[in-house]
């Protein structure tokens, strides 16, 4: 009898630990699902891709884009970001890092029309390849913060074009009939 107690005791104790740490398990994979369709949803959008394949004087060359996989999880430094926004539950957590660097898949990120993404997690601006005419810069986008309900996100993006040349903005997006949409653009930079 005592054995079978003891039995069904482990049993019981395993069942508490594992069950809850599948749910998170599948929570986390569904989060993370969701902020990689966010973030190729819009990075040609992000870079500008359409006014860049305009620009471009050989429609035959390829442009590059070197994008960081490490999506940041704390906003950059940013007197724009001590506005109205000290109450956002979800720009919060951005800032205050609750939510941790993590490198996405990047095999689930294609190429774009006429634009090479090359994955490099710490660019070197030293070396000659970034001197190309084809290289359009450099790519680093924030954590994605949803709500519980997955349905309203914030994130950070820059780009980093050349000296004097870049921007960036804080966003506000919303998923509407299953497709993320851009709402707000709550802070942005030129240069």
């Given at each position: ?54 620009l471009n004087k050989n429609a035959n060359d390829t442009l590059i884009i070197y994008f960081n996989p490490t999506l940041q999880s704390r906003l950059e430094k940013n007197p724009l970001f001590d506005r109205d926004y000290k109450t956002n539950e979800l720009i919060k957590k951005l800032e205050d890092n609750r939510l941790a ?91």
């Amino acid at each position: 009898m005592k054995r079978k107690m003891r039995t069904y005791t482990i049993g019981l104790i395993l069942s508490l630990i594992i069950f809850p740490l599948s749910i998170f398990a599948q929570t986390n994979d569904k989060y993370d699902k969701e902020e990689i369709s966010v973030v190729y949803q819009f990075l040609d959008r992000l870079i500008d891709g359409e006014r860049f394949r305009k620009l471009n004087k050989n429609a035959n060359d390829t442009l590059i884009i070197y994008f960081n996989p490490t999506l940041q999880s704390r906003l950059e430094k940013n007197p724009l970001f001590d506005r109205d926004y000290k109450t956002n539950e979800l720009i919060k957590k951005l800032e205050d890092n609750r939510l941790a660097k993590r490198v996405i898949d990047t095999v689930q990120i294609k190429s774009l029309q006429g634009i090479k993404i090359l994955f490099e997690s710490e660019p070197d601006f030293n070396k000659s390849k970034y001197l190309s005419d084809k290289v359009i810069g450099t790519l680093n986008i924030s954590r994605v913060s949803f709500n519980k309900e997955m349905t309203v996100g914030y994130f950070y993006y820059s780009v980093y074009c050349g000296e004097d040349c870049g921007w960036g903005d804080l966003i506000k997006i919303k998923k509407k009939s299953g497709v993320w949409e851009i709402t707000k653009y709550l802070s942005s930079w030129v240069s």
